[in-house]
Structures are given as C-alpha cells and as structure tokens.
C-alpha cells in the first residue's frame, strides 16, 4: 500500500476522529455526554470507512493530475497559437500573399 501524503494523513485522521466521535458519543437526559467503549463492528466499519476515504482520496488524486495534465497542455497550445498570432513563433510559416 502506497504512503499517503503528510496532508492526506491528516485529513484521512481527523476524519476518522469525527466518524469515530459519532460513533462514540451518546446524549442521555441531563444533557451530558457519557462515553462508550468502541465495539468491534464500530472499530470494522470505521476501518472500511476510512479505506474507503483513502481510495477516494486516490481517485481524486488521479483525477487531479490528468485535469492538470490537460490544463498545461491547453496552456502550452493556447500559448503557442498566441506567440504564432503575434508573429513570434519560432518556425514561422510563410506568409499566405493574395494574388
């Protein structure tokens, strides 16, 4: 299994806290709140919920990449077609001459 990034670690933790806490946490009538040991099904679906978080995390981050592949492309060619419009390319192509 791949190693997730410091930030991905955090954010992967802190929202394993939060689902853990829903878990965890029960109001009674005088409005404390009491806390309960983890059961063993809690402790399996947090897991697969943060294996589950984690693959998003993955698939976003693939998808990221490609959008930014695709943006730097349409950079690099909108960029291009400028510098050929401002007539700084460097191939330059002959000028069409009407007749």
């Known amino acids: 299994m791949a190693a997730a990034s410091p930030s991905e670690s955090i954010i992967m933790s802190h929202c394993l806290e939060i689902l853990l806490s829903k878990c965890v946490d029960k109001k009674q009538g005088n409005n404390t709140t009491a806390k309960r040991k983890f059961s063993a099904t809690t402790l ?10 984690n693959y ?4 976003l981050k693939v998808r990221n990449r490609a959008a930014c592949t695709i943006q730097s492309t349409y950079r690099f060619y909108t960029t291009r077609m400028e510098n ?3 007539g700084n390319s460097l191939a330059r192509e002959p000028d069409i001459e009407e007749t």
């Open 44 to 53: 399996v679906k947090a897991q697969g919920e943060e294996r589950r978080s």
């Open 56 to 59: 998003i995390a993955r698939q």
């Open 84 to 86: 050929r419009s401002n």
